[in-house]
């Protein structure tokens, strides 16, 4: 697999980083992993073409991570012209509350007739599902967005690339992780414990027990960001706009 990461902040740009989209070329398909507000900007300033996407996995609703949905489909219908098919994938409640965004940003555009075929698929917690040829296992995890909000698992056959979304310290994690070759965590702050979030304290003693074969850090505040080389002193990862891996 190859990721390119388009937005590796938190909600409010800390560091001028921006939201959550990572850009995942696997050996089945071009996906995103969560498509955060600011995504389509974000993809444009690397050269990564959206239509080259052919789904769009979503961890959980917030804006931050999925606020991009909107701006991402209207550009694909008024100026990128997309013709082929689109699949969005998320936890349940996902539809109706992507078209409650696009209502809320563009009044009416629920109704358009629509020149490229897309669907919104909910996925079941815990249940392996198929999303366009890959393995999709997902896990609820401890955080609040008016809906499940869940960690992933996805296979191409071959990889496994696994992501926490946002979550406090959750043993739901360690299924998800384990044995993966990319596992990418939220680090949202650096010490204590935080309601709904994960903090360097905790991930840092708990790195064995997730089995991962990599473990990035993202979705950092200034708290963690002026701690990076602590974090990478320990072995993992620091996830950051414009980085591409290849795992």
Not at 30 to 42: F, N, W
Not at 111 to 130: L, N, Y
Not at 137 to 148: N, R
Not at 221 to 230: I, K, M, N
């Amino acid at each position: 697999m190859r990721l390119t990461i388009a937005g590796s902040g938190d909600a409010f740009g800390s560091g001028g980083r921006l939201n959550t989209c990572f850009f995942l070329e696997t050996a089945k398909a071009t996906l995103l992993v969560d498509c955060g507000a600011s995504a389509l900007p974000a993809l444009k300033g690397l050269n990564l073409d959206p239509n080259r996407i052919d789904g769009i996995v979503i961890s959980h609703l917030h804006g931050d991570h999925f606020g991009g949905l909107p701006f991402l489909l209207l550009d694909a219908q008024f100026l990128s012209r997309r013709d082929r098919p689109l699949l969005i994938a998320g936890p349940p409640g996902t539809r109706a509350r992507l078209d409650a965004l696009m209502e809320a940003f563009f009044p009416k555009s629920t109704g358009s007739k629509w020149k490229f075929c897309w669907d919104v698929v909910e996925i079941a917690i815990g249940v392996e599902s198929d999303i366009l040829g890959h393995s999709l296992l997902t896990a609820e995890v401890i955080h609040q967005s008016g809906a499940p909000s869940t960690a992933l698992r996805l296979s191409d056959g071959n990889t496994v690339f696994a992501y926490s979304g946002d979550t406090e310290w959750t043993d739901a994690l360690l299924p998800i992780a384990r044995g993966a070759d990319l596992f990418i965590c939220e680090c949202y702050a650096y010490a204590g414990k935080l309601t709904g979030h994960m903090t360097w304290d905790i991930l840092k003693a708990r790195l064995p027990d997730l089995g991962a074969k990599q473990v990035m850090a993202t979705h950092m505040s200034p708290s963690v960001l002026s701690r990076l080389d602590e974090i990478k002193a320990a072995g993992v990862l620091i996830a950051a706009d414009g980085l591409v891996i290849e795992f």
